[in-house]
T-cell receptor, first 111, second 113 residues
Framework: QKEVEQNSGPLSVPEGAIASLNCTYS??????FFWYRQYSGKSPELIMSIYSNGDKEDGRFTAQLNKASQYVSLLIRDSQPSDSATYLCAVIGSGTYKYIFGTGTRLKVLA | GAGVSQTPSNKVTEKGKYVELRCDPISGHTALYWYRQSLGQGPEFLIYFQGTGAADDSGLPNDRFFAVRPEGSVSTLKIQRTERGDSAVYLC???????????FGPGTRLTVT
């Protein structure tokens, strides 16, 4: 079992819709969770961090964390074609400070 | 302010050669990380520095890989006797401290021919 799992996609959504990206992790002691956006040929760009159970909103983005289910998600409201990218989930596991990344989910927002 | 910078942006080298990749972190960031990313994969951890010392080098694939950060700022990743399998994008990230959010540089694309 991979430590951080994401569906590789592509996930296709129409412009203006809500895109829902999901991530599960295996280390139950993980405390810190991050979402990065990566455009093709570019480096990862931090979107959000979340540390506590529940929802955290920032503009069109909402991160959701459920530690009991070992699940973190990212919702993108009013999706735009410019949101088309790969979204990487990163987790800091127990006893460490390094990120473990998922393989990323490719999102395509159709105009 | 200035973000993380990495040089060179691209490096093509022949199998068996030695390469050095440089990372200049965000000013004031004490934690520095090296990752490697292959096509279609998430970044893979290599090594992490807190200040001048390597706090965790468990991701270095073998003894051909070595990294230094002598003054607690700029870091250099060194690869000896390069192999074709070393071809990847090498990413550097820094954070204010070891718990902080990590910010990535633009990466160095290494191609070993």
């Amino acid at each position: 079992q991979k430590e951080v799992e994401q569906n590789s996609g592509p996930l296709s959504v129409p412009e203006g819709a809500i895109a829902s990206l999901n991530c599960t992790y295996s280390d139950r002691g993980s405390q810190s969770f991050f979402w990065y956006r990566q455009y093709s040929g570019k480096s990862p760009e931090l979107i959000m961090s979340i540390y506590s159970n529940g929802d955290k909103e920032d503009g069109r983005f909402t991160a959701q964390l459920n530690k009991a289910s070992q699940y973190v998600s990212l919702l993108i409201r009013d999706s735009q074609p410019s949101d088309s990218a790969t979204y990487l989930c990163a987790v800091i596991g127990s006893g460490t400070y390094k990120y473990i990344f998922g393989t990323g989910t490719r999102l395509k927002v159709l105009a | 302010g200035a973000g993380v910078s990495q040089t060179p942006s691209n490096k093509v080298t022949e199998k068996g050669k030695y390469v050095e990749l440089r990372c200049d972190p965000i000013s004031g960031h004490t934690a520095l990380y090296w990752y490697r990313q292959s096509l279609g994969q998430g970044p893979e951890f290599l090594i992490y520095f807190q200040g001048t010392g390597a706090a965790d080098d468990s991701g270095l694939p073998n003894d051909r890989f070595f990294a230094v950060r002598p003054e607690g700022s700029v870091s250099t990743l060194k690869i000896q006797r390069t192999e074709r399998g070393d071809s990847a994008v090498y990413l550097c990230a820094s954070s204010l401290n070891f718990r902080g959010e990590k910010y990535f540089g633009p990466g160095t694309r290494l191609t070993v021919t």
